[in-house]
């Protein structure tokens, strides 16, 4: 869940420097030309934000399922230690 909230702040911090950045860009452009350019580049950041989103969630996953199966403090610490090279 902790992750799910990092991704989010992450990708709305992003979409807001995208959009402060377009709209100053837009002001010198031709409306169309300026939404053909925002659409091409929204679809980029969505194909790049995609890697990312995989990896949060794999590792949710891995960590999830981890603390699922531990019951004592050794196999705490050494999975752990595990996770931590993530």
Do not use: G, Y
């Not at 891995?62 to 993530?86: G, I």
């Amino acid at each position: 869940m902790l992750l799910q909230r990092k991704d989010v702040l992450v990708k709305q911090s992003i979409h807001f420097h995208w959009r402060f950045a377009q709209r100053d860009a837009c002001l010198n452009m031709p409306t169309v030309e300026c939404l053909l350019n925002l659409q091409s580049q929204m679809t980029e950041f969505e194909a790049s934000a995609e890697p990312l989103q995989d990896w949060l969630n794999s590792t949710e996953v891995r960590v999830q399922e981890s603390s699922a199966r531990l019951h004592d403090l050794p196999a705490k610490k050494q999975e752990l230690s595990k996770l931590q090279v993530l």
